[in-house]
């Protein structure tokens, strides 16, 4: 690099269905978040961060390929991402850095670059093409639980039971217990990702600038969380939910919620639990509440040695930092829990953007739209490089710098698809395709609109009077010019984004004209 400008490091952080409200730094009444409050103070929070898509292959596939689900087309946990797309380790390595995971990607492979004996055919959890595996931490997580075998815990309980409350009495007579697992809050899986980046952060050159993506699993289900953060919070603080009176009045609202609700069940989010999401009582879904405040406030905790690691290894005013979700968490609204269909709750997600080169801005936060689509090209934008055009994310740059770009997006957008290639649940139960299990959303400040495919009704939400998005206005003749117009404008968006590839260029007699995307 003689003769150039050291590039910066790139710290991406992840942390797996993290709320976008449940950050102190973002006004939360209950949540403190002090170590990701800090990195606030140095950078940049966008508050209103939407993921594009659910659950976490999906989520991921456009946060990696600056792609919306339209184009990158991963529409479940284990569609393949065509290998032909571009990602954000592939650019990154095409600039001299060594992208270095810990953690996991949830890629599945393209199927027709691999073998048919190709072991890596059977999960969903591959890596991002691009990337180098220090520590990969799927979720079988056996690497984790042979670190805590030599640390002399009993793990004869394997992945997910290990994650089982220990019996030691604790809200004796509750249906759902705060009771700690049996690893303690040094030996949590995000507690051992982080002492692995620590470790390989220590073996870096100071002149070469290094990339490492830590995509850290909490405050993912199952809940559950070691001392002291199980019992950090009290189930009687926090906000009321958002959801009616009765379950049943939401199972009556859509026919899809009617379909997801009937689908929840207890034992995906508390290992040993049995029966539907929606059999738990309002001081259950708190106390579940009180430990997902804990999962948080313990991966910040984990934040906080990041901090102190790059700090020690003198680079912390060297390196870009990004810190995230690809997705959030429902977390007892409309009797849900997970991630999914049209809430606002699964979809709204944290951003912070510190990069120390670009100081005037610190301390700030952004009111506009941001997608997930936008993180590729805005590190692409900081590193100097152009973004490709045909990626449908816009840099974010011009926040980090303290502007305020002329023409920004006025709702964000996100896409869910509910199909089910190996089982067809969805399709029978809704007599559709595969093709039309599917959903989009536009939501502006004054609307949301959710526009569904096969047919199912769409629905029509105002913000501002309804936050809980509750009253379905679709129907309402008073409505009905604004509902048009919010399908034009779902229409346009997608006329808009459709696949740019080769769009974008035109062979002539001189040659090749405008952009051909080459990743």
């Known amino acids: 690099m003689t003769g150039k400008a050291r590039r910066p490091n790139i710290l991406l952080i992840t942390c797996d269905q993290w709320r976008g409200d449940c950050l102190s730094a973002a006004g939360h009444p209950v949540v403190k978040t002090p170590n990701a409050d800090a990195l606030a103070t140095e950078g940049v929070l966008f508050k209103r961060h939407y993921g594009g898509a659910a659950p976490c292959s999906p989520a991921r596939a456009c946060l990696y390929t600056g792609l919306y689900q339209m184009n990158n087309r991963v529409c479940r946990n284990g569609t393949p991402l065509d290998a032909r797309h571009g990602n954000i380790a592939l650019h990154a390595r095409g600039l001299g850095y060594d992208p270095t995971l810990f953690g996991y990607t949830d890629v599945s492979l ?19 093409p691009g990337f180098t595996v220090r520590q990969l931490l799927p979720e079988h997580q056996k690497q984790w639980l042979s670190w805590l075998r030599q640390r002399g815990i ?25 009771a700690p697992p049996v690893y303690s809050r040094d030996e949590t899986p995000a507690a051992f990702l982080t002492s692995e980046f620590t470790r390989w952060l220590g073996e870096q050159e100071v002149a070469e600038p290094w990339f ?8 993912h289900p199952p809940f559950i969380v070691p001392e002291p953060y199980n019992a950090l919070y009290d189930p009687a603080d926090g906000p009321n939910f958002r959801r009616a009176e009765k379950w049943q009045t939401e199972a009556e609202s859509h026919p899809y919620l009617a379909y997801d609700l009937a689908r929840q069940k207890q034992a995906r989010f508390r290992p040993g639990s049995d029966g539907n999401v929606y059999d738990w009582s309002d001081d259950d879904f708190r106390r579940i509440r009180a430990i997902y405040y ?7 905790a984990q934040l906080g040695r990041i901090w102190q690691a790059v700090k020690a290894a003198g680079a912390w005013d060297d390196t870009i930092i990004v ?11 409309h009797f849900m829990l997970g991630k999914g269909g049209y809430f606002d709750g699964s979809y ?8 120390p080169r670009h100081g005037t801005a610190a301390g700030s936060s952004v009111d506009r739209f941001t997608e997930a689509v ?4 805005t590190l692409l934008d900081l590193l100097g490089e152009d973004a490709t055009p045909h990626l449908d994310g816009q840099s974010l740059k011009p926040f980090i710098e303290g502007e305020r770009p002329a023409g920004w997006r006025d709702a964000a957008h996100w896409e869910f698809d509910f199909r089910s290639i190996a089982g067809g649940e969805a399709e029978r139960h809704f007599g559709i395709t595969s093709r039309q299990c599917n959903l989009a959303v536009i939501r502006t400040e004054k609307f949301k609109y959710v526009h569904f495919g096969g047919g199912l009704p769409p629905l029509l939400f105002d913000p ?3 936050p809980g998005e509750l009253n379905n206005l679709a129907a309402d003749p008073t409505y009905l010019a604004v509902r048009l117009e919010f399908a034009e404008r779902l229409l346009a968006w997608r006329a808009e984004h459709l696949d740019q590839s080769l769009a974008l260029s035109e062979l002539t007699e001189h040659g090749v004209v405008g952009h051909v995307n080459r990743q």
């Open 464 to 466: 501002e009077s309804d």
């Open 212 to 219: 490492a993506h830590l995509s850290f699993i909490s405050p």
């Open 348 to 355: 709204h997600i944290p951003l912070i953007i510190r990069d």
């Open 154 to 178: 009993d793990t004869s309980a394997e992945s997910y039971d290990i994650h089982r409350p220990v019996n030691d009495g604790s809200n004796a007579g509750a249906t759902v217990s705060n």
């Open 294 to 300: 804990g999962m948080i406030s313990e991966v910040d």
């Open 323 to 333: 810190l995230t979700s690809d997705h959030a968490e429902m977390m007892g609204d």
């Open 110 to 128: 393209d199927p027709r670059l691999l073998a048919p004996g190709d072991p890596r055919l059977h999960s969903y959890e591959g890596v991002l």
């Open 374 to 377: 936008d993180i590729l090209p």
